[in-house]
């Protein structure tokens, strides 16, 4: 029904930045709110940011805000995160996902998107 498929995944040094992409296919209402998530060994599944459909508002981790910036290309059905100022606590492997909930009220529940990536691994040595 959906298939979201990432990309630009790799290893960096500390400081240093990656543009994950997301290339999405399937019935667009499905993908109402697009979202990146991540998860390091051992840890669960954390959110990292959100987007409306329209890239109008958008939402992120208290650890990523400010160095992460989340966008969508509707036209192209892709959908990025720029990850500037990488950091070793960065490393995981990062997730799209996509929801055809509306925006409001929780864009950071996990249980609110119904459709997952494979994921793409990024690593952040020091």
């Known amino acids: 029904q959906v298939l979201l498929v990432e990309s630009g995944g790799g290893l960096v040094t500390a400081g240093g930045s990656l543009r994950l992409s997301c290339a999405a296919s399937g019935r667009r209402i499905s993908m109402s709110v697009m979202g990146w998530f991540r998860q390091a060994p051992e840890k669960e599944r954390e959110f990292v940011a959100a987007?409306?459909?329209?890239?109008?508002?958008?939402y992120y981790a208290d650890s990523v805000k400010g160095r992460f910036t989340i966008s969508r290309d509707n036209a192209k059905n892709m959908v990025f995160l720029q990850m500037n100022d990488l950091k070793p606590e960065d490393t995981a492997v990062y997730y799209c996902a996509a929801s055809p909930q509306g925006w409001s009220p929780a864009p950071a529940s996990r249980r609110r998107y119904e459709y997952w990536g494979q994921g793409t691994q990024v690593t952040v040595s020091s």
């Open positions: 987007i409306s459909w329209s890239g109008m508002s958008t």
